[in-house]
C-alpha cells in the first residue's frame, strides 16, 4: 500500500498555475494560499462539498465573489494545476510491477482533495493499482484506521499482511502501525522540499531512500500472501 503525494511522487510545491488561477477568479494568490494551507485536512475529508462548492468556498474565504462561470471554468484549471505539480517517482511504475509481478495487491491510500481523483487515472501508474482509497471520497483522512481498513477491504486482505509505504505525511506511518500494518518511511532527498502537512516526526520505524529498496523488503520479508483479484 503506497502514499502518492511525495511517495510515488517525487516532491510537492505549489506551482505557478495556482497564482494564475486565483488571479483569474480576482483574488489575491497568497490569500489562496493560505486558505489552502489552514484548509487541508478540512478540504480532504470533502467536508465543503463538490469540487466546485470546495472552489466557490475557497475563493470566498480568501475575499473573492466568483461567479458561477468562473467557478466551473476553474475546476478544470485547478485539476490541471495540481497535475502539473505531479511527477511521479522514476521508479514508481518499475517497482508498481514488480510487485504485481510477484502476486500482490497494490493499493493507494491518499489524503487527497477532488482533483487526485480527477486526474489520477490518466497516469501510467494507474493501471497497476489494484484499490485507491482517496480520503476526500471517503470523509476520513489519515491516521483514521477506517481509511487504511478500507483500502484492506477493497484487497481482501488483513492489515497484518500489508506493507505501508509513506513519506510520513498525516501521521500516516504511525497510523497504519496502529492498524497492524507493517509501516516504512520513504526518505528519498528530494522529500526535504516536500509540502507536507503533519508529518510523522516521531516515526522511529524502517526507513528506505527509494521505492526500489522496497521491493527488495517484500521478498525479504514476505509479508503478504498472493492475492485473489476480482475480475
Not at 495487491?105 to 490518466?122: K, N, Q, R, V, Y
Request: glycine content about 8%; overall charge positive.
Amino acid at each position: 500500500m503506497f502514499d502518492f503525494f511525495g511517495t510515488l511522487t517525487r516532491s510537492v510545491q505549489r506551482g505557478p498555475q495556482h497564482a494564475e488561477l486565483a488571479r483569474a477568479l480576482g483574488v489575491d494568490p497568497e490569500a489562496v494560499r493560505g486558505v489552502l494551507d489552514r484548509t487541508f485536512r478540512a478540504r480532504a475529508r470533502g467536508r465543503y462539498g463538490s469540487a466546485e462548492a470546495t472552489l466557490r468556498w475557497v475563493i470566498e474565504q480568501a475575499g473573492g465573489h466568483p461567479r458561477t462561470d468562473q467557478v466551473r471554468a476553474g475546476v478544470p484549471a485547478r485539476v490541471d494545476a495540481l497535475k502539473a505539480d505531479t511527477r511521479l517517482r522514476a521508479d514508481a511504475v518499475s517497482v508498481l510491477a514488480a510487485i504485481k509481478r510477484r502476486g500482490l495487491g497494490t493499493a493507494l491510500i491518499s489524503d487527497c482533495t477532488h482533483e487526485l481523483p480527477a486526474f489520477l487515472p490518466s497516469l501510467p501508474v494507474a493501471p497497476l493499482l489494484d484499490a485507491t482509497v482517496y480520503s476526500v471520497r471517503l470523509g476520513v483522512c489519515k491516521p483514521d484506521p477506517r481509511i487504511y481498513l478500507a483500502a484492506c477491504e477493497k484487497l481482501d486482505v488483513s492489515p497484518s499482511e500489508c506493507l505501508y509505504v509513506g513519506d510520513g505525511g498525516s501521521h500516516e506511518l504511525t497510523g497504519a502501525a496502529a492498524v497492524g500494518m507493517t509501516p516504512v518511511r520513504l526518505a528519498a532527498p528530494d522529500l526535504a522540499s516536500h509540502l507536507v502537512f503533519d508529518a510523522d516526526t516521531n516515526f522511529a520505524g524502517r526507513t528506505v531512500r527509494s521505492l526500489t529498496e522496497v521491493v527488495g523488503l517484500v521478498d525479504h520479508a514476505r509479508i503478504a500472501r498472493p492475492l485473489k483479484i476480482a475480475r
